[in-house]
């Protein structure tokens, strides 16, 4: 039988650095979600190549599209599904609190937050399908109280904090049905979005984080490692591509 995965924003970036990578391992299914099919062109060629690869059509800010995701999995996934990986998110909010727009922090807290609780309530009852009921949260140690990094991420950095909270909730409410459930920081990489952010950060300030720079293929291979070796004992841990412990 094969184990199902279930992948958010596999479009491009990590996202689809995890779906190449699990569509090459025998006895796997990769479902994933992009928001235009059509203009996933990467996917679509993937898809030439493995045929256990499913692309739906996903919008995870928005809740008409998390309205259609039932109907789509019942098609795919009717045997259920073993782990899902909530990866899509947005990363553009490198202002002070006091200088972020309105619809910045709207737009964060949807996609980053919302949109991966409203389609956790849909994808769960496929887990319970299974025996595995494994979920992971890419959030983001710009989200860590504990570690707080001094540099202004406004509604990103206050989002990822929202979802490891999520995480730690669904941690603890779905512990008696036999889930794990983890939160995991894909590390500092090299994606349009993280590229992006890195030019935000001030120059001689952090020399050290900007020296930790991953590409998109080691985060992925690095996060598979740390979800493959899951166990019940690692439900509601944050943890870091590497396998380390990160603080909340």
């Known amino acids: 039988m094969s184990t199902v995965y279930f992948i958010t924003g596999g479009n491009r970036g990590i996202g ?42 996903l919008d995870v800010s928005s809740e008409e599209s998390i309205d259609t995701l039932d109907g789509q999995l019942q098609k795919v996934a009717p045997e259920g599904i073993d782990i899902f990986i909530s990866n899509a998110g947005i990363a553009d909010a490198y202002y002070a609190v006091k200088d972020a727009p309105r619809s910045v922090w709207l737009k964060h807290h949807q996609t980053n937050v919302l949109g991966p609780i409203f389609v956790y309530q849909v994808v769960r009852p496929y887990l319970l399908k ?24 406004s509604a990103y950095g206050q989002s990822k904090a929202a979802l490891n909270m999520t995480v730690k909730q669904i941690s603890f409410e779905d512990a008696a049905d036999g889930f794990t459930v983890i939160a995991i920081h894909p590390g500092m990489v090299s994606t349009d979005m993280g590229q992006y952010g890195i030019t935000k950060f001030p120059e ?7 020296a930790m720079v991953i590409t998109p293929e080691v985060s992925a291979t690095k996060q598979l490692e740390v979800i493959d070796g899951l166990t019940k004992e690692s439900n509601g841990v944050f943890y870091s591509y590497d396998g380390t412990i990160a603080p909340y």
């Open 204 to 210: 001689g300030n952090f020399d050290h984080i900007l």
């Open 16 to 57: 689809y650095n995890l779906v190449e990578q699990l569509a090459a391992r025998p006895n796997t299914k990769v479902i994933t979600t992009a928001r235009d099919v059509e203009k996933a062109t990467q996917l679509k060629d993937l898809q030439k190549k493995h045929s256990n690869v499913e692309v739906l059509k």
């Open 130 to 153: 299974k025996s595995t009921r494994q979920i992971v949260f890419v959030s983001s140690i710009a989200g860590s109280v504990g570690g707080f990094i001094p540099f202004s991420t």
